[in-house]
């Protein structure tokens, strides 16, 4: 099991909203460190979706945004669309571990 | 046009050695470090560790201390993830992946990944 856990599964109708949580602790998340985010799509590589909580990288859609508060952070897809239906993990520096985590990942379905 | 190409995919038994390769182009090799994530079967993304080329300071997790090596070669721009024993659980897909300069963390840019089966 990871440090920072997330749903298995969540699901929703095209054009609708999803969120995914990432739930650490006061050694990770909590610490006050950053919070990333990434989408792999099967058999790909994952690509970066949002860094330092909220940022998104060149060419990711404003429809991906990402927010953090205490020892949580979550990521909102918004205006669902068939190509959003991937795996999506969450990422931290945990200080107990000296290194980072990734959590056990999300899979998204569009139903 | 930045880039990490690795190695490719390779078919080992238990108890043989291998070293892999992710050949960073595009950028400066050595200002920035290079991580690798295990990605076992069917599994989530595992971290594994981080080096950087430049002075060659290198972190492990702690589940993969001990059990890899994380090396670099700046002269040809080439960070490398190896193992002196491999198991039938080392099995997995291996990304490297590099960070924007000056951090460690988010990985913006990832290798397409080297497939390891380790069978008898």
């Known amino acids: 099991q990871s440090v920072l856990t997330q749903p298995p599964s969540v699901s929703g109708a095209p054009g609708q909203r999803a969120t995914i949580s990432c739930t650490g602790s006061?050694?990770?998340?909590?610490?006050?460190?950053?919070v990333h985010w990434y989408q792999q799509l099967p058999g790909t590589a994952p690509k970066l979706l949002i860094y330092?909580?909220?940022n998104r990288p060149s060419g990711v859609p404003d429809r991906f945004s990402g927010s953090k508060s205490g020892t949580s952070a979550s990521l909102a897809i918004t205006g669902l669309q068939a190509e959003d239906e991937a795996d999506y993990y969450c990422?931290?520096?945990?200080?107990?571990?000296?290194?980072?985590?990734f959590g056990g990942g999300t899979k998204l379905t569009v139903l | 046009e930045v880039q990490l190409v690795q190695s490719g995919a390779e078919v080992k038994k238990p108890g043989e050695s291998l070293k892999i390769s992710c050949k960073g182009s595009?950028?400066?090799?050595?200002?920035?470090?290079i991580g690798w994530v295990r990605q076992k079967p069917g599994k989530g993304l595992e971290w594994m560790g981080i080096?950087?080329?430049?002075?060659?300071?290198?972190r492990y997790s702690p589940s993969f201390q001990g059990q890899v090596t994380i090396s670099a070669d700046k002269s040809i721009s080439t960070a490398y993830l190896q193992w002196s024993s491999l198991k039938a659980s080392d099995t997995a897909m291996y990304y490297c992946a590099r960070p924007r300069i000056g951090d460690a963390d988010a990985f913006h840019i990832w290798g397409q990944g080297t497939m390891v089966t380790v069978s008898s």
């Open positions: 080096i950087y080329p430049g002075d060659s300071d290198t």
């Open positions: 330092g909580n909220s």
């Open positions: 990422q931290s520096y945990d200080s107990s571990l000296s290194g980072s985590v």
């Open positions: 595009g950028y400066s090799f050595t200002s920035y470090w």
């Open positions: 006061s050694s990770n998340i909590g610490a006050g460190y950053d």
